[in-house]
């Protein structure tokens, strides 16, 4: 199964971007690039999803390399609501066995 | 409204003891899952369910059974069999056409289920 790589941590100030990578360096053609984050004792959310091209939606936006080994979740103006841990994992788009790998993501800090 | 939902958000037993964690939900989803999450660390995968009266062994599945009657519900047993049961249990489900990937697809989460076995 294909392995996402992330910072431990990272820090940010309140309303400036923030780019969180992610090198997922032995992804196969048919797995897609998901992000999700959790907020402390809750359930992971869903932020956004990608295959080659880039994405935006009203959460993030995600940048994807052009080689697809590497990917980036943008968020435009971060506030304290998003500190979080913030997961980059790989979800295969052909039918067989749904097995997904969550690392220990990124913490991301917020700075007021 | 649609989503999913797991009871209780607390749960305490004693060593020994069979416990079952309930999830719902009530968004049509094929799919179902469950994910264990100890303290610092990521989400592993228990179990999945594509479809009715069929699942799979996820990573680590010791210790652990589910069923799934109906597609709406995807209950987790923990075993008195499972050597370290304290952590925080999730439940997600998917939209997962037949014959599809899931790749495509975001995963919802419900809130969460602790428990505590002493």
């Known amino acids: 199964d294909a392995k996402t790589t992330q910072p431990n941590s990272m820090e940010s100030n309140e309303e400036e971007p923030v780019h969180l990578p992610c090198n997922h360096s032995?992804?196969?053609?048919?797995?897609?690039i998901h992000w999700y984050r959790q907020l402390p004792s809750q359930g992971p959310e869903y932020v956004i999803h990608?295959?080659?091209s880039n994405v935006n939606n009203r959460m993030a936006s995600l940048a994807i390399a052009e080689d697809r080994k590497s990917s980036t979740l943008i968020l435009h103006r971060a506030t304290l609501r998003d500190a979080a841990v913030y997961y980059c994992?790989?979800?295969?788009?052909?039918?067989?066995?749904?097995?997904?790998?969550f690392g220990k993501g990124t913490r991301l800090h917020i700075l007021p | 409204d649609g989503g999913i939902t797991q009871s209780p958000k607390y749960l305490f037993r004693k060593e020994g003891q069979n416990v079952t964690l309930s999830c719902e939900q009530n968004?049509?989803?094929?799919?179902m899952y469950w994910y264990r999450q100890d303290p610092g660390q990521g989400l592993r995968l228990i179990y999945y369910?594509?479809?009715?009266?069929?699942?799979q062994k996820g990573d680590i599945a010791e210790g652990y059974s589910v069923s799934r009657e109906k597609k709406e519900s995807f209950p987790l047993t923990v075993t008195s069999a499972q050597k370290n049961p304290t952590a925080f249990y999730l439940c997600?489900?998917?939209?997962?056409?037949?014959?599809?990937?899931?790749?495509?697809?975001?995963?919802?989460f419900g809130p969460g289920t602790r428990l505590t076995v002493t």
């Open positions: 997600a489900s998917s939209f997962l056409p037949t014959g599809s990937g899931s790749g495509r697809y975001e995963q919802y």
């Open positions: 032995t992804i196969s053609g048919t797995d897609y």
């Open positions: 990608g295959l080659t």
């Open positions: 994992i790989l979800r295969d788009r052909s039918p067989r066995y749904d097995k997904i790998i």
């Open positions: 968004l049509n989803h094929d799919a």
């Open positions: 369910s594509q479809i009715v009266n069929d699942f």
